[in-house]
């Protein structure tokens, strides 16, 4: 079946890039996704990737795919305080279903 | 940008009265919406694809009498937790897709539901 995991916590300075892991297992996803969610908020979509694409960078969102290890990373350059928030890693599956990893808590320190 | 808009943002209830959600797509019409559910700390679980039109398909598990979803137009899904229990306080998360397109989903701010 579909699976998405990720690591459950990452801590940076600010000003350091921060890296988020996930992998997954449905080779078959056409889309790989990132969200951000804040606390008590809903799911902002933050990037996504078509699966026929190994790189996409979008300002301080850089999103790098390795369908053959399925494996999917999201770096963010000069992290900020602002950026702390939980990040879920989603893949789309038949039917248009997204599979949402349990979500980083990405915590920044001033 | 597309945007997805739920209401109410929160609810309070008593056990045993039924609560309705709202989730609008405000910019694009969406033949398809999904609904979610978050436990805290948790990942997001689909509870049900609504179809306008048509009935929702529901989730293994998932109790269809209890979580009543109705789709009657492109740009609105409702979503009716009914005889609300203690347990069914979570908080709902819907999404859509524009119409006859590979674009992402898009999320609303989700409802906050707490039964007393």
């Known amino acids: 079946g579909e699976d998405v995991e990720q690591s459950l916590f990452l801590s940076v300075r600010e000003g350091d890039s921060s890296v988020i892991n996930c992998t997954y297992t449905?080779?078959?996803?056409?889309?790989l996704y990132w969200y951000k969610q804040e606390p008590g908020a809903g799911l902002q979509l933050l990037t996504y990737?078509?699966?026929?694409?190994d790189m996409k960078q979008d300002q301080r969102l850089t999103v790098l795919l390795n369908k053959k290890d399925k494996h999917l990373s999201l770096r963010i350059a000069d992290t900020q305080t602002g950026d702390s928030a939980i990040y879920f890693c989603?893949?789309?599956?038949?039917?248009?279903?997204?599979?949402f990893g349990a979500g980083t808590i990405l915590r920044v320190k001033s | 940008g597309a945007v997805v808009s739920q209401h109410p943002s929160r609810v309070i209830c008593k056990s045993g009265t039924s609560v309705k959600i709202e989730c609008r797509s405000l910019?694009?019409?969406?033949?398809?919406m999904f609904w979610y559910r978050q436990f805290p700390k948790k990942s997001l679980m689909l509870m049900a694809t609504?179809?306008?039109?048509?009935?929702?398909?529901?989730e293994q598990g998932v109790e269809k009498d209890k979580f009543l979803i109705n789709h009657a137009s492109l740009t609105l899904s409702t979503l009716t937790v009914t005889s609300a229990h203690p347990e069914d306080s979570s908080f709902y998360i819907c999404?859509?897709?524009?119409?006859?397109?590979?674009?992402?989903?898009?999320f609303g701010n989700g409802t906050r539901l707490t039964v007393t």
């Open positions: 609504s179809n306008e039109g048509s009935k929702a398909t529901y």
């Open positions: 989603a893949e789309s599956t038949k039917g248009n279903k997204l599979v």
């Open positions: 990737i078509f699966s026929n694409m």
């Open positions: 910019d694009f019409q969406a033949t398809t």
């Open positions: 999404s859509a897709r524009a119409v006859g397109t590979d674009s992402p989903l898009h």
């Open positions: 449905d080779s078959s996803s056409t889309y």
